[in-house]
């Protein structure tokens, strides 16, 4: 019975449906804009993205994106121009030069020389005839 | 009157961690027995003091009762009565009180069913549960106490946060607690093997049962949480990177690299010093997580209201437990063994690399978190540190871990031979090659990422399941009956089987849906279609609802596929009087294929709103995963062998030992 | 000793890690430091709140030095904020001009007319055009410039009399001579 209405009501719809338009006039700026905010962080609510965040400041700078893409700018451009303003910390991916460097490649040198002691301590735990267990 | 009780509960609680702390230890030292054997009664009388505190705040809660201060701050006289119960841990004083009852809870286990351990060693680790107590009793009573009255009493409360006002709420916080917390009990095993000086196979083995039920917690808190996110921030993500979420993932991952040492500690009696290291760490990464979360030092978006003093204060503790602990291992791993020998290549070194690799992982998580505190501190400027750089960093140096977590499993103990692994390996490499190409061709699109990720997926997958076939060809001689022969496998075996698929199919969860998701904003009319693949969304338009506290805009969504109805989804807009604020309530057709999600955004003029609708390809699948290593977690400790021999353990019984030993040979 | 020494790596690295904690707990990670002190403050014309028809423009005030409020009648610091200001103005010589973020006109001239206007002019920044061009992200703000246009301090949330005795009115007047 239920499924029946919900029928009746997607027929009787179907005849005056619209088709949903993107809310965006540029679905292209949009998707550029959307790609780009998702790694800009909203300087309002700290904790979002400028993509998520609902704050006006987000809504501004988003109109802002927007007309700076219009204008040709390209994305590097563009985040050139909120660095600028609001410095590296409107950035989710934080540059890498000489103060992050650590932070980029630090965590792989922990791998290799990780790598490098469990080796060298395997080498040598293998190797010590004193261990117990030979042929256990 | 009942909070007063509840205050005063806490204060004898924490006067009976005092004596849980220190006569214990004086008495093993002093080989006073009297004394030493105060630990049992004394911890279970601050348990029974604990859990009469938290009842009488949950009682508060219950009657209303806005005299209380926290009560009237977290609380409100409309507020549905689950979320008032949950109300107690939406804020800080109340979810302080939650973590100092989950020790309460694991100290009381531990005084049940360590009975069996050696008399001193079970004294020693009750009365360093006792110290790691006092300090959090401590903090609840002299920077956080939930009892504080307020006079003259509100009319009613603030409301708790409309955020919170979710069933995850319930279940989120005490289960992730439990896994936080849970670690302290390794932790304590820890700390009373470095004062016995003797860290041996029966520490490894009575660790590493309480390890994984800490484990199986964190999973399902960290998975509930993540999945709470995904349905109720309403952007559909499931996973944020915020410093939070890390404080509770370093621990998980290394608790995981504590599950595997402690296996190779247990069968060779080897890397002793590297397993308590970890067991130290684990509880460390918890307690560091607090700090990071109460102090306010990191934005997050669980931060509480932050006071300098409470940051002082378990700072402070930080530096004792820690430090003190530290401390104690840096006298005592010198004098520790090396234990048996085994090859370079073999299941142990595996299982080591595997630590390697998690370690690394979790320093990419704690330097990624730490990382503009540090900059900040040294006056470097201001920086974030943001999913893109986890996404980055993570995922590549787990990548190559996830690829030895096929090789590890199919290694022989003591001595592999790497071809013998490769031939084994065979199939699972076909099978993981034809897939990586396969998946992306269905799905419709290629790229790297997905390759890789499907490539992985499939990897782990597959050579658990080669794993099983070797498993039960090498028993069909003895055991031709297929089933019997399934069943006279260990549940422990299947733990490891059930946890590593989990971690392929949470694998190939995160590579499909962040490969293929799909979301598009919309201006949607009444009766407007928004047509997403072969999928037709219908807006059927709004109506106003009335919640128990709050008033909605609910609007309705068909959705159907060549013209049949396939879901009817009912997103909100809510908006909650007492505090004044607007949730987004989104609504979402789950499914093992996809989920479809829709979100309301604003009205806008004439009926119309803003829409987001999110298509999500198998990210059910992420938490499905989760659920699987949590599961496997919960088979290894059912395995009756692995429970029996304890028992027979402490009786000195070499029977017992060869048993456990063969439980674990797989 | 060597032995040794390699188990304390573990001990010494949190110490390490527990000083840095230490002092992040006297940090705001909330206030973001504006890279544009050091730089030229952006250049702007704005309609004045009392008189929209006219216009001020940061090149006339070349060769004085300045302090930009940015407020707004919305927000709530700005009104906590607006007492020290008025003290500011009554005690001190400094010119503060104020740029009236994302406001209504008759919503701002409201609160001036309730609370005084400490303010030489105010200008109005409707669209909130001029606040991205300063990095604004939180009112109210405060920069400092000097008589080359160049700002030189930028205080982030309400001046409060510490930040105004040790830091701003030194500095204004070590820029003036």
Known sequence: MKKLFVVLLLLANAAFAGVAKPLADDPVIEARLKAMSRELRCLVCQ??????STAPLAEDLRKEIRVLMHEGKTDQEVVAYLVARYGDFVRYRPPVNNETAVLWFGPFALLLIGAFVLYRVLKKHAGNDELKGEDA | MIPEIGHFSLILAFCFAIVQGTLPLIGVWQHK???????????????????????????????????????????NSQLPIMYKLAAIWGGHEGSMLLWVSM????????????????????????????????????????????FERLIPAALDGRDLNPLLQDPGMVFHPPVLYMGYVGFSVAFAFAIAALLDGKLDITWARWTRPWTTVAWVFLTLGIAFGSKWAYYELGWGGWWFWDAVENASFMPWLVGTALIHSLAVTEKRDAFKVWTVLLSISAFSLSLLGTFLVRSGVLTSVHAFATDPRRGVFILLYLVVVIGGALLLFAWRAPKVGLGEKFDVVSRESMLLANNVVLVAAAGSVLLGTMYPLLMDALGAGKISVGPPYFDAVFVAIMAPGLFLMGLGPLAKWKKASLPEIGARLKVAAVISVISSVLVPFIMGKMSLMVVVGVF???????????????????????????????????LAFYGMFIAHLGIGVFILGVTLVKGYESEQDLRMEINDVAKIGNLNFTFEG??????????????????TKNGKAVAVLHPEKRFYPVQGSVMTEADISPGVIKDLYVSLGEPLEKGAWSVRIYIKPFVQWIWAGAILMALGGFCALADKRYRARNKKLSQGSKEGEQEAHEAFAS | MKRTAKFLIPLVLFLIAVGFLFKGLFLDPHEVPSPLVGKPAPAFTAPLLSEPSKRFNTA?????????????????????????????AKISEIATYGLDYKDTDAEAQAVIDANGNPYKEIMTDADGKIGIDYGVYGVPETYVIDKLGIIRYKQIGPITEQAFFSKILPLVKALQT
């Open chain 2, 542 to 559: 709004t109506q106003t609802i009335k919640g128990p506290n709050y008033e909605s805009q609910q609007g309705t969504f068909t959705v």
């Open chain 2, 456 to 490: 992985l997926a499939f990897w782990v997958g597959s050579t658990s399941l080669i794993l099983l076939a070797n498993r039960v060809k090498s028993r069909s001689a003895a055991t031709p009956n297929l089933v019997d022969n399934l069943k006279g496998i260990p």
């Open chain 2, 33 to 75: 027995p009297m004394l030493a054997n105060v630990a049992v009664p004394a911890a279970r009388l601050q348990f029974l003091f604990i859990a009469i505190a938290f009842i009488s705040l949950d009682y508060s809660f219950y009657v209303d009762d806005f005299s209380v201060l926290y009560v009237a701050s977290t609380s």
């Open chain 3, 60 to 88: 006339d005030m070349k060769g004085k030095v300045w302090l930009l409020n940015v407020w707004a009648s919305w927000c709530v610091a700005c009104r906590e904020e607006h007492p020290a200001l008025m003290e500011m």
């Open chain 2, 103 to 146: 020790l309460g809870l694991w100290t009381m286990a531990v005084t049940i069913y360590a009975e069996a351990l050696p008399q001193t060693f079970k004294i020693r680790l009750i009365a360093v549960m006792g110290m790691v107590s006092i300090g959090f009793l401590a903090f609840v009573i002299f920077t956080s106490n939930p």
């Open chain 1, 47 to 52: 904790n979002s993205t400028l993509a998520d």
